[in-house]
């Protein structure tokens, strides 16, 4: 499995390294967010990452609703809490929630069509900023603080035709943004594609705080320090191989 260099399994007890998680974050997903990275003193573990290990270890269902709760470090234990068959969650040892999943439908623990759809749509979240994110902030001349950006997920939701499937990838339909003073949304829809055919869809929501008038020179220099560490990071990949 694609993830297994990713986090840490004792007996049930999920764990990640400041390492393990960022390395997630930029070689799956090509995120940068700099509350991604090992020496970020904000640092907490991706939300895609909780989601596909979660997957992972409890398949995918037809319909799927998955809810943040908060962000975790490396210092943090997870286990799976089983409510019920169509409830379950991510606990620490204090109990306390960080991710809840509710679902419904058929289920399917295939492990290489968990991966495939994990990948996909975490290479597709992935892509926010700067190709979604950016414009829909300028739409409504606003823009994250480009000195202490934080955009945090809320929800997904994913739901599938069926489950017989192979190879599917991720599309973006739409995509919107909504503005109340310093605080934002962005929702974002998606579809599921194999062979051409829409086989499922998605949507998943973001929040953001510490929002300021929109300016193009920050932008540009927010956007510039994150292809540098994109290129810096690519680079060292290569070395390595």
């Known amino acids: 499995m694609f993830l297994d260099t990713y986090y840490s399994d004792k007996s049930g007890q999920f764990s990640f390294t400041r390492e393990q998680a960022s390395d997630f974050a930029k070689r799956i997903a090509g995120d940068f967010n700099p509350i991604h990275d090992p020496d970020n003193k904000r640092f907490c573990v991706p939300g895609d990452l909780l989601f596909s290990v979660l997957l992972a270890n409890v398949g995918i269902s037809q319909k799927m609703r998955v809810t943040?709760?908060?962000?975790?470090?490396?210092?943090?234990?997870?286990?799976i809490s089983t409510q019920s068959d169509t409830d379950l969650s991510l606990i620490d040892s204090k109990g306390k929630e960080f991710l809840h999943l509710a679902r419904s439908g058929e289920i399917t623990h295939d492990q290489d069509l968990i991966a495939q759809i994990t990948k996909s749509y975490v290479q597709f979240s992935g892509m926010?900023?700067?190709?979604?994110?950016?414009?829909l902030m300028k739409s409504k001349d606003m823009m994250i603080?480009?000195?202490?950006?934080?955009?945090?997920?809320?929800?997904?939701?994913?739901?599938?035709?069926?489950?017989?499937?192979?190879?599917?990838?991720?599309?973006?339909?739409?995509?919107?943004?909504?503005?109340?003073?310093?605080?934002g949304s962005v929702t974002l829809n998606f579809c599921f594609k194999e062979n051409g055919e829409i086989v499922g869809t998605g949507?998943?929501?973001?929040?953001?705080?510490?929002?300021?008038?929109?300016?193009?020179?920050?932008?540009?220099?927010?956007?510039?320090?994150?292809?540098?560490?994109?290129?810096?990071?690519?680079?060292?990949?290569?070395?390595?191989?």
Not at 68 to 79: C, D, H, K, R, Y
Not at 128 to 135: C, E, G, K, R, T
Not at 175 to 180: A, L, T
Request: charged residues 25%.
């Open 203 to 241: 949507r998943k929501r973001m929040l953001m705080s510490g929002l300021k008038p929109y300016c193009q020179d920050g932008i540009d220099d927010l956007v510039s320090r994150f292809n540098a560490k994109k290129e810096h990071y690519n680079n060292l990949q290569a070395e390595e191989v």
């Open 68 to 79: 943040f709760a908060g962000m975790i470090n490396e210092s943090t234990e997870l286990s």
């Open 128 to 135: 926010n900023f700067p190709h979604i994110m950016v414009p």
């Open 145 to 183: 603080n480009p000195t202490r950006p934080l955009v945090i997920y809320e929800s997904m939701e994913l739901e599938f035709c069926r489950l017989d499937l192979t190879a599917p990838h991720v599309e973006l339909t739409s995509s919107n943004i909504d503005v109340d003073g310093k605080r």
